[in-house]
């Protein structure tokens, strides 16, 4: 089988190449940025780069398309929000290539943090109380609050105020309609990844980021899987509610006082739990396979809990955050969490993606508070707003599905 990977700069698209490669398939990937760690796998038979998906999203399905006729590709994985864009003119790709991703309608729902948190809490799951910014009228007693925006990612723009002096001169400029105001939880953080197919979860797995880059909260650069059957219920719940197909992942906060846990962010795409959930005995790369081709996959294996994986890079990026700042504390016990975890980037037979995934985040370390942030400045190029969904029609369409 032939199959292409899109988002190659992601690391657990690193981790689909290597193991689609191991699975005994031909394995093509392809990005938007050249330092992507993604194409210099050894275990590639071809790459190619494509136009920014961010700025020209027509033009990159064009490229995608011709890229897919010249190597004779048979299945497409995408890994990033590149899979948003092919959802949305997947009418151009059909009967060219086989590949499963959510549905538009499902993406506008679930990427936009506002329409998702009433969705979620129209079918009785726990979120925070939320609020547009437009229709927040503070008190005293109001804080602390979180402000972030509807529709980024990786904690971009997020922000706790803890006064209603601070609010103010924080939120003033923002555009009121595209930022909410959510009630503040402890940051403990609980995340999944799932595989879903009409309604059912093939498979998912659920894990506790022990670190964060930014160390101040951001993408997991650390962690391990865990049971929870509340969180597991409640991904089950959406999975089957909308009729969903593609990967999905979820964000929750653990709430100490009340043991409950509430959702915070719906990404309907892929995430770095992809490799904590093959370490963990479940295999959703060669599922993917399996329900492109069959439209059936075999029973997975059960969950084994305790496994995890961290990447490198960005561990190296928190040690140095955290000792910077002098936050020494935090440091214990560094190495010995990470003794029976997998590196998901470096591979003795495969070293070349671990080296230019270091580049690329020594690279947004230092230039990226010039281009709107570390994560935002990895992830350039790459991403697909609800801003640029076609403007007021789309808009219009997102408000009809809830």
């Known amino acids: 089988m032939r199959v292409l990977v899109t988002g190659a700069r992601m690391w657990y698209a690193i981790n689909t190449i290597r ?43 064009r490229s995608v398309m011709e890229k897919i006729e010249e190597m004779e590709i048979d299945v497409l994985c995408p890994t990033f929000e590149e899979g948003f864009v092919l959802s949305k003119h997947l009418d151009m790709l059909e009967g060219r290539v086989k590949m499963i991703v959510p549905s538009y309608e499902h993406i506008m729902l679930l990427h936009d943090k506002f329409l998702m948190t009433n ?168 599922a993917y396979i399996d329900l492109v081709i069959k439209n059936e996959v075999a029973r997975l294996s059960p969950l084994e809990t305790g496994n995890g994986t961290y990447t490198t890079a960005m561990e190296i990026g928190w040690f140095f955050s955290t000792l910077f700042k002098g936050k020494f504390g935090n440091l214990k016990g560094f190495f010995r969490s990470r003794k029976k975890l997998k590196d998901d980037s470096w591979d003795v037979r495969d070293p070349a993606p671990f080296f230019v995934m270091l580049v690329s985040m020594l690279y947004t370390a230092i230039f990226g508070p010039l281009k709107g942030g570390q994560t935002k400045s990895f992830s350039l190029g790459a991403t697909y707003d609800i801003d640029n969904l076609d403007e007021e029609e789309n808009f219009n369409e997102k408000r009809q599905v809830v």
């Open 19 to 61: 193991l689609l490669a191991e699975g005994g398939h031909e394995v093509f990937a392809a990005d938007s940025s050249k330092l992507s760690g993604g194409l210099y796998s050894r275990c590639l038979k071809g790459k190619f780069i494509y136009p920014s998906v961010s700025e020209n999203g027509k033009a990159f399905v």
């Open 119 to 286: 969705y979620a809490r129209s079918l009785g799951i726990s979120v925070p109380r939320t609020t547009l910014l437009e229709n927040f009228e503070p008190t005293s007693s109001s804080f602390p609050v979180v402000i972030k925006p509807r529709n980024l990612r990786s904690a971009e723009g997020v922000s706790r105020v803890n006064s209603q002096d601070e609010f103010e001169r924080y939120s003033k400029g923002l555009d009121g309609d595209k930022y909410l105001v959510q009630e503040w939880k402890h940051p403990y953080q609980i995340c999944t990844t799932g595989l879903a197919y009409d309604g059912q979860l093939v498979g998912n797995v659920i894990y506790h980021n022990l670190r964060e880059y930014p160390e101040s909260g951001g993408i997991g650069t650390c962690r391990i899987s865990v049971e929870c059957e509340e969180v597991l219920s409640n991904v089950r719940k959406i999975v089957s509610d909308l009729n969903y197909s593609g990967f999905i992942s979820m964000d929750f906060l653990h709430d100490r006082n009340s043991n409950r846990y509430y959702l915070v962010d719906v990404n309907p795409r892929m995430s770095p739990g992809l490799l904590v959930a093959y370490t963990s005995g479940v295999d959703m790369v060669s």
